[in-house]
């Protein structure tokens, strides 16, 4: 098992650009999460998903997008990058029954 | 709405002992425990629930007090591997799917 993947590593985006940050499972889990971690910070909840179809928002939605149309992809979409969006990003995973959040290993996401 | 967690950083020594505290001012159904190596993801450690029993594995245990609002991750005869960077989240109801994270703690166990 692969767990959660998460591409690129990292990137920099101009002001302005859209890019999508690529998150996959293999574990069949149907909760998936995606975080934002800014330096020296917590994570912030941005979207999640209860299962293939389902999203809602977390704490920190605006300025970006989510779909779940497989069980195993959950991929976050920026539009119109700005400075502040600057930061570490998490793809999680958690199997419904259990406590436990799986990460993936992050993507550094810079924005200039 | 974001639990406060205290310290904010925490200095040891290998062998000493240290808590770390997670508070909130909403009523918690659960607490979550993270750490977070330097460059790495979080890693579970272990979940509180409401009306639970403290719970803990090897040295570092956790409690929580209903009436507070607060968990406390107790690590005992710290260990260079336990360095890094605890989370605690927490559950405001039961199923809500989803947790609220607090600021962390780093914490820097030196030999």
């Known amino acids: 098992n692969a767990g959660v993947t998460q591409t690129p590593k990292f990137r920099i985006l101009k002001i302005g650009q859209s890019m999508t940050l690529q998150c996959t499972q293999d574990?069949?889990?149907?909760?998936m999460y995606w975080y934002r971690q800014d330096p020296g910070m917590g994570l912030k909840l941005i979207y999640y998903?209860?299962?293939?179809?389902?999203?809602d928002k977390g704490e920190v939605p605006n300025g970006y997008n989510v779909s779940r149309s497989t069980t195993e992809d959950f991929p976050l979409r920026l539009e119109l990058a700005a400075p502040s969006q600057t930061s570490v990003y998490f793809c999680?995973?958690?199997?419904?029954?259990?406590?436990?959040?799986?990460f993936g290993p992050g993507t550094r996401l810079t924005v200039t | 709405q974001q639990p406060v967690q205290s310290p904010q950083a925490v200095i040891l020594r290998e062998g000493e002992d240290a808590v770390i505290n997670c508070s909130s001012s909403?009523?918690?159904?659960?607490v979550h425990w993270y750490r977070q190596k330097h460059g790495e993801a979080p890693v579970f450690l272990m979940i509180?629930?409401?009306?639970?029993e403290q719970k803990g594995h090897d040295k570092i245990s956790a409690s929580f007090n209903e009436k507070k609002q607060q968990s406390s991750l107790y690590l005992t005869a710290s260990q260079l591997s336990y360095s890094g960077t605890y989370f605690c989240?927490?559950?405001?109801?039961?199923?809500?799917?989803?947790?609220?994270f607090g600021t962390g703690t780093r914490l820097q166990v030196f030999p």
């Open positions: 999680a995973s958690m199997t419904s029954g259990s406590d436990e959040q799986y």
């Open positions: 574990m069949n889990h149907n909760y």
């Open positions: 998903s209860v299962g293939a179809g389902i999203t």
């Open positions: 909403k009523a918690l159904y659960s």
């Open positions: 509180l629930l409401k009306g639970g």
């Open positions: 989240g927490t559950e405001i109801a039961f199923n809500t799917d989803k947790l609220i």
